[in-house]
T-cell receptor, first 113, second 110 residues
Framework: NAGVTQTPKFQVLKTGQSMTLQCAQDMNHEYMSWYRQDPGMGLRLIHYSVGAGITDQGEVPNGYNVSRSTTEDFPLRLLSAAPSQTSVYFC????????????FGPGTRLTVT | TQLLEQSPQFLSIQEGENLTVYCNSSSVFSSLQWYRQEPGEGPVLLVTVVTGGEVKKLKRLTFQFGDARKDSSLHITAAQPGDTGLYLCAEGGATNKLIFGTGTLLAVQP
């Protein structure tokens, strides 16, 4: 049981490049979410999903796309990276929606130059 | 949008000291979670509080939920270096979203 896995661990992009951050969970959780963490700002919700085929926006969705084709996977896409997207990105999953325990992945540290 | 303010933002203490960190909201919590995050890792859940006035204890950590459910505190007794980390409160339950506070970074010096 691996829990929540994220790849890559580190990534450097140039402005305008695109990439996908991968997230997978093996706990059969319905709820998955993406957060970004910046110094002094805690964790901010980007997008979330309450089940396969269903996604919704969080607090800071601009510049990011998501899809949820399976229960296990919830990739985050940056279509045209900007320096403001330099951050640490965490994926999380939980059995139910927002009020239940979130299990977090180890994070992806992204730098956009 | 619910705002969660945590204070203090940073705390550096000596081993053995006691401390309290706070989480305050602009509106009523449905439920409140406390997480601890160690460097290079994702947050890990410590406790969930649901009822106004509720007190929960986890070894040397005491969590309190305000009577009006708009504030919460975390008290650590006799802090240890292993308590070092970022403490985050998070509100969820009324919607599908879990919203995090700004965090308190605790450093416990041996």
């Amino acid at each position: 049981n691996a829990g929540v896995t994220q790849t890559p661990k580190f990534q450097v992009l140039k402005t305008g490049q695109s990439m996908t951050l991968q997230c997978a969970q093996d706990m059969n959780h319905e709820y998955m979410s993406w957060y970004r963490q910046d110094p002094g700002m805690g964790l901010r919700l980007i997008h979330y999903s309450v089940g396969a085929g269903i996604t919704d926006q969080g607090e800071v969705p601009n510049g990011y796309n998501v899809s949820r084709s399976t229960t296990e996977d919830f990739p985050l896409r940056l279509l045209s990276a900007a320096p403001s997207q330099t951050s640490v990105y965490f994926c999380a999953s939980s059995l139910l929606a927002g009020g239940s325990e979130q299990y977090f992945g180890p994070g992806t540290r992204l730098t956009v130059t | 949008t619910q705002l969660l303010e945590q204070s203090p933002q940073f705390l550096s203490i000596q081993e053995g000291e006691n401390l309290t960190v706070y989480c305050n909201s602009s509106s009523v919590f449905s439920s409140l979670q406390w997480y601890r995050q160690e460097p290079g890792e994702g947050p890990v859940l410590l406790v969930t509080v649901v009822t106004g006035g509720e007190v929960k204890k986890l070894k040397r950590l005491t969590f309190q939920f305000g009577d009006a459910r708009k504030d919460s505190s975390l008290h650590i007794t006799a802090a240890q270096p292993g308590d070092t980390g970022l403490y985050l409160c998070a509100e969820g339950g009324a919607t599908n979203k879990l919203i995090f506070g700004t965090g308190t970074l605790l450093a416990v010096q041996p």
